[in-house]
């Protein structure tokens, strides 16, 4: 069964099991019915019989004749309503002494000849007639004086069996019918305690489809329902809060790339209409107009960038690295810079490391962000490089096993708390600093690397002593996801 | 000399502000945040400020309420992110105007100049009200009526018969047009700005204010009483 709704099936379902029920239960009862009417029948007739034989024994006593006993048989007939036969030996019916007479010449499946041996019984039988059993008892009742044998034999017509029936069965359908009844209200009450929560989801599913995700169902009913509600609004929620995020991270990208636009074509409007005159201040804006386009260019490479490593659409390049190769290269492009803010940026590898598979070109760029923030954000004293083999956990992922853990920490103010959890989300800047150059994307993009390599990355932070980042990454390429 | 306070935490955006602003002969003043912004309101006691929405630390809005317990000096908000236009409008905020950004600085310095007029007319809220004739247009509460009888304007609606009526009497170029109203960040047909105007016309009528058209150049509002 497909189709159909809840509600259908329910009533159907109710439907179909009474009816079985009722067939069922009608079966088992007429046929049990059936044997205790038997046995009734079978009592009754035992006691017509036993009746009937102390009235012929008290005929023997008196020497009666055939025709004496025939005539007190007819009148018991007629008085207990049971059929009275006399048989011959072989059961064959001699004389109907019932009022009807209808059965004379029946044959019954008795055999009274051998009854002679022992006389004192009534012997059981059924003969069939018109279709139905009719039970009856013969036996030898008396020996004329010419040593021939009465057979009787007494039977109980079949009506009051079929009356039974005819009465019992419209009784049986009316109460079915009741039954029919109260089970469809139970099955309205029940089907709208199912039905309607899940009526209500389906109208909230659609609701939160159709982009109205602030919609609620209230969690009632059943306990299915209740958990499929709860389900269904922390679905929403959580739709509701991407839907928030996505909006943000718009209006965040409007901004950053409207900021850089506005100076970019303000300064070019002043160098058009004239509004800057002197040479000096016409090299100074075509510098801004420069800066500007270049910050635009960096922003929409690290949003391509992000993009792609959020859709999973980037694959790393690895190769076996050498961590002191990698921090070396690094030391060498920032020492210039280093230098020319006072800082001393130094690396402090103990030992010789091993090769780790790495994709050079973004741990490269993972460390340019670090190293260039470290720079950026330490007024006096150092940055320092270091590389070992650890099995620490870093981030949120419980690595376990051999990491190259590469830390970069500096003398700087170091991060307020409060900004600390916000460190990696794409445009968050620390409010307190006054220095924005990045484009707010730069940790984003370093922890999403970190990731892909199955590693992650973390920071910890003393205000006003430094600041150290830490980036992990498995030794063992095998724990990496593929 | 008028002092014009600018409050951004770009410098480049202070420094072309600052060329604008001079140019057009107001003596200026700049804060890269926000405290120093509250700062430079107590010592400079500017005429104007020109104030940022997203700054770090405490952000455009914050200040604009924060310089409106003390003071009624002209505040215009200067904001890159759409959402919070709805923010400006919508909390009673104080401020006297806004420009998007990116914005034309031509633009800005000539809004400078139109608020300060106005301010020196009257005070208070009946700044964010222009009149031309029997038209009145409150841009704060986004209101515009003809003697006793509202408008219903759509919001460019609005926002051109605004522009218009803050000319009174002046030309104003359909480039204009769409720059004021559109967006210094709009890249459309000029036809957009002839197919508003007669949306306004009918909606006003003929009830003493008038869009005239003159051809070959743009719009003016004129009243025609």
């Known amino acids: 069964m497909r189709g159909g709704s809840l509600g259908l099936r329910i009533y159907g379902g109710f439907g179909v099991v009474i009816v079985l029920t009722l067939g069922v239960a009608g079966i088992v009862f007429f046929s049990l019915l059936g044997g205790y009417r038997a046995e009734l029948d079978r009592n009754s007739l035992q006691t017509i019989a036993d009746q009937v034989l102390f009235g012929v024994e008290q005929f023997r006593q008196r020497n009666v004749t055939a025709v004496q006993l025939g005539a007190y048989l007819q009148t018991q007939s007629s008085e207990t309503g049971a059929l009275v036969f006399f048989l011959d030996g072989d059961g064959r019916v001699q004389r109907d002494l019932s009022p009807a007479a209808e059965y004379e010449d029946l044959q019954l499946p008795v055999k009274l000849s051998d009854a002679r041996v022992r006389p004192n019984i009534w012997i059981p039988g059924d003969v069939e007639v018109n279709g139905d059993e009719l039970p009856f008892v013969a036996r030898l009742v008396l020996v004329d004086q010419r040593d021939n044998g009465v057979f009787v034999a007494i039977a109980l017509p079949d009506a009051e069996n079929s009356d039974v029936v005819s009465d019992l069965v419209p009784r049986l359908l009316i109460s079915g019918l009741a039954g029919l009844g109260v089970a469809l209200l139970v099955g309205l009450v029940i089907t709208r305690s199912i039905y309607n929560p899940l009526r209500r989801i389906t109208g909230a599913v659609h609701a939160v489809g159709s982009g109205r995700y602030d919609t609620r169902v209230p969690e009632e009913g059943p306990e299915e329902t209740r958990e499929l509600g709860r389900a269904l609004n922390r679905m929403a929620e959580q739709v509701q809060e991407n839907e928030q995020t996505l909006q943000d991270f718009m209006a965040d990208v409007s901004h950053e790339l409207r900021t850089p636009l506005t100076s970019i074509r303000g300064f070019t409007q002043a160098l058009l209409d004239g509004t800057v005159r002197d040479e000096e201040q016409r090299q100074h804006s075509a510098q801004v107009i420069d800066d500007e386009a270049r910050r635009m260019l960096r922003l929409v490479n690290d949003l391509l960038d992000l993009a792609r490593m959020q859709a999973g659409e980037f694959r790393l390049q690895r190769e076996p690295i050498a961590p002191t190769e990698l921090l070396e290269h690094i030391v060498e492009v920032f020492a210039p810079r280093a230098e020319e803010a006072g800082i001393a940026l130094r690396t402090e590898v103990q030992g010789t490391l091993p090769p780790v598979s790495m994709d050079f070109d973004r741990m490269v760029q993972v460390l340019n962000n670090l190293v260039a923030n470290a720079i950026q954000y330490t007024r006096q004293g150092s940055v320092t490089l270091d590389a070992r083999i650890d099995s620490a956990n870093v981030g949120s992922n419980q690595l376990g096993g051999d990491q190259l853990v590469i830390t970069i920490a500096d003398t700087g103010d170091g991060i307020p708390p409060n900004e600390l959890a916000f460190l990696f989300e794409r445009f968050y800047r620390g409010d307190s600093t006054a220095r924005r150059r990045g484009t707010g994307l730069g940790l984003a993009i370093t922890r999403e690397i970190a990731r892909a390599h199955g590693g992650d990355v973390d920071v910890h932070t003393v205000v006003g002593e430094g600041t150290s980042f830490r980036i992990a990454i498995p030794v063992a390429p095998a724990s990496e996801p593929a | ?225």
């Open chain 2, 1 to 225: 000399m008028k002092t014009v306070l600018v409050v951004d935490d770009e410098a480049n955006i202070r420094e072309l502000a600052t060329l604008y602003l001079e140019k057009e002969g107001y003596g200026v003043q700049t804060a890269a945040d926000g405290a120093a912004a509250l700062e430079a309101v107590r010592v400079h006691e500017p005429d104007l400020i020109v104030l940022d929405v997203m700054m770090p630390e405490m952000d455009g809005l914050e200040v604009c309420r924060t310089i409106r317990r003390g003071s009624d000096v002209p505040i215009l908000m200067l904001t890159a992110r759409a959402d919070d236009i709805d923010k400006i409008v919508g909390l009673e905020l104080g401020a006297d105007d806004y420009m998007g950004k990116p914005f034309n600085p031509r633009e800005l310095a000539a809004r400078v100049k139109a608020i300060l007029r106005r301010a020196e007319g009257g005070s208070g809220p009946a700044r964010s009200t222009v009149s031309v004739g029997p038209l009145s247009i409150d841009w704060q509460r986004r209101e515009a009526s003809i003697g006793e009888e509202q408008l219903t304007l759509r919001t460019k609606e609005f926002d051109l018969l605004r522009a218009l009526a803050e000319h009174e009497g002046v030309v104003l170029t359909r480039d204009q047009l769409l720059e004021r109203v559109w967006g210094y960040d709009y890249f459309g047909e000029t036809r957009t700005v002839d197919v508003h105007v007669t949306q306004v016309r009918r909606k006003i009528g003929e009830r003493g204010v008038a869009i005239q058209t003159v051809r070959g150049v743009g719009y003016k509002l004129v009243a025609t009483g």
